[in-house]
């Protein structure tokens, strides 16, 4: 669980990492907040399960959070790790294998502060439950996908271009 600690030295506001999975804690504390403040909104989807999936990537904890209002992309400090304690309205940019995502600074209860990048809010209303399920997994499994990228030639898989090109002939 996150903790905080004041420095003593800077003064600066620090807080420990994560040594275990948050997202058990993460889902926990989402659904505290549907129940007590987003059951009554109008894009409230009822029928859709709060689901996390956290894995470790570069000793940060890198989520995916589906709620029945949003999919966002959380980071988390991972075990060992002393983030300092950012403004609300701070934003930063991470590179991620996919490409970069701006992140908004947020904070939960009893978890403490987080970064957070909105995919989708509200949901799609014809979204299902076993769709968001699936939704979750196949978005955190594209965060850490390099990305593919074509050359501007295309590409040619004939023979001579795969196994080299005649005397004479360019490359």
């Known amino acids: 669980m996150a903790q905080s600690?004041?420095?003593?030295v800077d003064a600066v506001q620090e807080f420990i990492g994560f040594a275990t999975n948050p997202?058990?804690?993460?889902?926990?504390?989402?659904?505290?907040?549907a129940r007590e403040e987003m059951q009554g909104l109008p894009f409230y989807h009822?029928?859709?399960?709060?689901v996390a999936e956290?894995?470790?990537f570069e000793a940060q904890w890198l989520g995916c959070v589906l709620t029945p209002?949003?999919?966002?992309?959380?980071?988390?400090?991972?075990?060992?790790?002393?983030?300092?304690?950012?403004?609300?309205?701070?934003r930063l940019a991470l590179q991620l294998?996919?490409?970069?995502?701006?992140?908004?600074?947020?904070?939960l209860?009893?978890?403490?502060?987080l970064l957070a990048c909105s995919l989708m809010s509200p949901l799609d209303p014809h979204?299902?439950?076993?769709?968001?399920?699936?939704?979750?997994?196949?978005?955190?499994?594209?965060?850490?996908?390099?990305?593919?990228?074509?050359?501007?030639?295309?590409?040619?898989?004939?023979?001579?271009r795969l196994f080299g090109a005649r005397r004479g002939q360019p490359a």
Request: proline letters at 8%; charged letters at 15%.
């Open 69 to 90: 209002w949003m999919l966002s992309v959380v980071v988390l400090p991972g075990p060992d790790q002393l983030w300092p304690v950012r403004s609300s309205s701070d």
């Open 54 to 56: 956290c894995v470790l």
């Open 23 to 33: 997202a058990p804690l993460l889902v926990a504390q989402y659904e505290r907040i």
């Open 127 to 160: 979204l299902g439950a076993e769709q968001g399920r699936s939704l979750v997994s196949s978005t955190l499994k594209m965060l850490l996908s390099l990305p593919v990228q074509q050359g501007a030639g295309g590409v040619d898989l004939g023979r001579r």
């Open 109 to 113: 209860p009893k978890a403490g502060q």
């Open 97 to 107: 294998p996919c490409g970069n995502l701006t992140f908004m600074v947020g904070e």
């Open 5 to 8: 600690h004041l420095g003593e």
């Open 46 to 50: 009822a029928t859709m399960p709060i």
